[in-house]
């Protein structure tokens, strides 16, 4: 079975320019979790989808970032227009729909590792 | 207050010894789940072990052990038998809720582990 899958694994953008991120989920993994670390910090949660829809964007930090999952498979995050601030390493995560009382791991992605010059 | 705290930011340990890699955890949620994420220089986040808020029993994976103090709030990892292939940077996380419901992992700061031969 092929684990999360993350596009591209490096960027490296200029400062005002658009960055596109994937992430392919597990298949058959409703829940789909954008993190991210910036260097020297812990891992934040940016957004939570169930299938198409997001449940949780609080971690969202503002407006430039856009995150979307249509159909509910992949998912983009959309950063734009690209500040200093916003390099790190970004992970995504699926997790199993889960029954009552269980919780199911995540499975974490390789992370895309952007550059913002 | 920090919800998951990993107090180590460095540790040594010498090839073929235990370690144990602290993890202090906060939450007021009767339902929650542990989990130890492995971070080698690659930069992929890998899955350990899982401890949930009910079981019983320590969760044990292979030479990975997880001692669960529920009164303390405390969730260390020991790795038994240690391996220069150990060398990593090791997180402690916790997703608070029941599976289905909210989903946010909070993650620790990390520890940085360098296994000595």
Same mark, same amino acid.
């Given at each position: +079975?092929?684990?999360?899958?993350?596009?591209?694994?490096?960027?490296?953008?200029?400062?005002?320019?658009?960055?596109?991120?994937? *992430?392919?989920?597990?298949?058959?993994?409703?829940?789909?979790?954008?993190?991210?670390?910036?260097?020297?910090?812990?891992?934040?949660?940016?957004?939570?989808?169930?299938?198409?829809?997001?449940?949780?964007?609080?971690?969202?930090?503002?407006?430039?970032?856009?995150?979307?999952?249509?159909?509910?498979?992949?998912?983009?995050?959309?950063?734009?227009?690209?500040?200093? +601030?916003?390099?790190?390493?970004?992970? *995504?995560?699926?997790?199993?729909?889960?029954?009552?009382?269980?919780?199911?791991?995540?499975?974490?992605?390789?992370? =895309?590792?952007?550059?913002? =010059? | 207050?920090?919800?998951?705290?990993?107090?180590?930011?460095?540790?040594?340990?010498?090839?073929?010894?235990?370690?144990?890699?602290?993890?202090?955890?906060?939450?007021?949620?009767?339902?929650?789940?542990?989990?130890?994420?492995?971070?080698?220089?690659?930069?992929?986040?890998?899955?350990?072990?899982?401890? !949930?808020?009910?079981?019983?029993?320590?969760?044990?994976?292979?030479?990975?052990?997880?001692?669960?103090?529920?009164?303390?709030?405390?969730?260390?990892?020991?790795?038994?038998?240690?391996?220069?292939?150990?060398?990593?940077?090791?997180?402690?996380?916790?997703?608070?809720?029941?599976? !289905?419901?909210?989903?946010?992992?909070?993650? !620790?700061? !990390?520890?940085?582990?360098?296994?000595?031969?």
């Amino acid at each position: +079975e092929a684990g999360v899958t993350q596009f591209p694994s490096h960027s490296v953008i200029e400062k005002g320019q658009t960055v596109t991120l994937r *992430c392919d989920p597990i298949s058959g993994h409703d829940n789909l979790y954008w993190y991210r670390r910036v260097m020297g910090k812990e891992i934040k949660f940016l957004l939570h989808f169930v299938k198409e829809s997001k449940q949780d964007e609080s971690g969202m930090p503002n407006n430039r970032f856009l995150a979307e999952r249509t159909g509910g498979t992949y998912s983009t995050l959309k950063v734009q227009p690209a500040e200093l +601030e916003d390099s790190g390493v970004y992970f *995504c995560a699926s997790s199993q729909e889960g029954t009552s009382g269980s919780i199911y791991e995540q499975y974490f992605g390789p992370g =895309t590792r952007l550059t913002v =010059t | 207050a920090q919800k998951i705290t990993q107090t180590q930011p460095g540790m040594f340990v010498q090839e073929k010894e235990a370690v144990t890699l602290d993890c202090t955890y906060d939450t007021s949620d009767p339902s929650y789940g542990l989990f130890w994420y492995k971070q080698p220089s690659s930069g992929e986040m890998i899955f350990l072990i899982y401890q !949930g808020s009910y079981d019983q029993q320590n969760a044990t994976e292979g030479r990975y052990s997880l001692n669960f103090q529920k009164a303390r709030k405390s969730a260390n990892l020991v790795i038994s038998a240690s391996q220069l292939g150990d060398s990593a940077m090791y997180f402690c996380a916790m997703r608070e809720g029941n599976s !289905g419901g909210y989903q946010k992992v909070t993650f !620790g700061t !990390g520890t940085k582990l360098q296994v000595i031969p």
